[in-house]
């Protein structure tokens, strides 16, 4: 479960970022007060969420450079989230689109001269801000370029369609990262066991088990042996992982009640 060359990721953080500044660039505030694809958000509150996405990830890795504690929302989730996914007590909509254009090209410079040993560096969270926990700042570029991948698409503005890079990287990471997210993230059905294999179309197959509280993922050569099997490309897996690709559109082998119950052992996103 390799994750991509970190430049190679930054570079793509890069890339979408761009994109994402010419399609909002030019946007009206009727056009960034429209809903966006995902449920009780609109345009405007992705671009806020964005903004302090890239001003967080940028905060952190300086911090880790200087070998300093640095925590993605300093105070608290519950506290400091709220305010974040909306603009600043009288600022402009086109201010908001500007500072969020602005933060991420402070952060695409930093990574630019980021070295190979940087990359590896972890940052670390203060006791009393938990968020993110222990993370390598390559890996922090890997969740920038998630970020900005999947809540592009969720704008609804036409933007390109996800990244072979992002694909690549993310699905295999995202799969790791499963036995934790089921300890530490939201509401679990912890009574959903069994086995699971995803299987990829055009690449790896993964083989997911629960029992108890204890959740495995290895890569697999042979895709046999799962009581349910869920079949897609690699793109289709991320989308249904990520929550943005309803179930129906995969192939599904085996138990259909234990693939149903997937996203509640492995709630998206």
Not at 84 to 93: V, Y
Not at 192 to 197: K, P
Not at 220 to 230: E, K, R, Y
Request: with cysteine.
């Amino acid at each position: 479960m390799k994750i991509s060359d970190p430049n190679t990721i930054a570079e793509a953080v890069r890339a979408r970022h761009a994109e994402l500044a010419a399609l909002l660039g030019g946007a009206d505030p009727e056009e960034l007060r429209a809903p966006s694809r995902l449920e009780g958000w609109d345009r405007l509150t992705i671009v806020c969420h964005l903004r302090y996405g890239a001003a967080a990830s940028h905060s952190i890795t300086a911090a880790t450079l200087e070998g300093r504690p640095a925590s993605f929302y300093p105070g608290g989730r519950e506290t400091l989230r709220p305010m974040t996914l909306q603009p600043a007590a009288g600022e402009d909509l086109d201010e908001v689109v500007a500072s969020m254009i602005h933060e991420a090209e402070c952060l695409d410079d930093l990574w630019a001269a980021m070295t190979p040993e940087d990359w590896t560096l972890v940052a670390q969270e203060s006791e009393e801000d938990l968020d993110l926990g222990p993370i390598a700042l390559g890996t922090l570029a890997l969740l920038r370029l998630t970020e900005v991948e999947v809540h592009g698409d969720d704008l609804a503005m036409q933007a390109s369609r996800w990244s072979d890079v992002f694909v690549d990287a993310a699905l295999p990471a995202r799969l790791k990262r499963l036995p934790t997210r089921r300890s530490n993230h939201r509401p679990t059905d912890h009574t959903v066991q069994g086995t699971w294999l995803l299987d990829a179309t055009d690449g790896p197959a993964f083989l997911i088990g629960a029992a108890d509280q204890r959740v495995t993922v290895e890569e697999v050569s042979d895709p046999a042996g799962a009581d349910a099997v869920i079949r897609g490309t690699k793109r289709k897996l991320l989308a249904f992982l990520l929550g943005r690709l309803d179930l129906a559109e995969l192939s599904i082998d085996g138990s259909r009640g234990l693939a149903d119950s997937f996203h509640r052992a492995f709630p998206p996103p």
